[in-house]
């Protein structure tokens, strides 16, 4: 190990950045072969982990029933868009289309999300924190 710390230190320093991004990426392929990352970093579904089998069936059933519901309102959201993109005849009306996708989508997660929530009520649990991207100016 530290023979290749001498050669990587004798290197330039445009070889040393060459080399740096396979040497990550070798890294984090390492890591997450072995499950470091999900250890260390607790994911969105730990909410789920102290569940009982009864309680995820519950939830299992209250998510599929939404979904089962809002599965025509979803293909008439995508149609819509689809007809929207199809009338734009400007990259601004065809920008505008999208962000009403956007949002309509996130309007439609949102009320999924709280069909959820009441369940996981219903069951004395705690609701769902709300999830926000961050990043690129989102919101």
């Not at 890591?31 to 969105?44: D, I, N």
């Not at 065809?94 to 999300?113: I, S, T």
């Not at 069909?115 to 919101?139: D, K, Y």
Request: proline content about 3%; charged content about 30%.
């Amino acid at each position: 190990m530290r023979s290749l710390l001498m050669v990587f230190m004798a290197l330039t320093n445009r070889w040393r950045r060459v080399l740096l991004i396979p040497c990550v990426a070798l890294t984090a392929a390492a890591l997450q072969q072995s499950g470091g990352f999900a250890e260390a970093a607790p994911g969105r579904r730990m909410f789920e982990s102290n569940l009982s089998d009864s309680q995820k069936q519950q939830l299992f059933q209250a998510r599929r029933n939404w979904g089962l519901r809002s599965y025509d309102r979803r293909l008439a959201l995508l149609k819509s868009g689809r007809s929207c993109l199809e009338r734009a005849q400007t990259p601004e009306a065809g920008k505008a289309c999208m962000q009403q996708q956007r949002q309509a989508r996130r309007r439609l997660r949102e009320e999924g999300r709280q069909v959820v929530n009441a369940e996981r009520r219903r069951m004395g649990l705690t609701s769902l924190p709300e999830f926000r991207r961050q990043g690129r100016g989102r919101s």
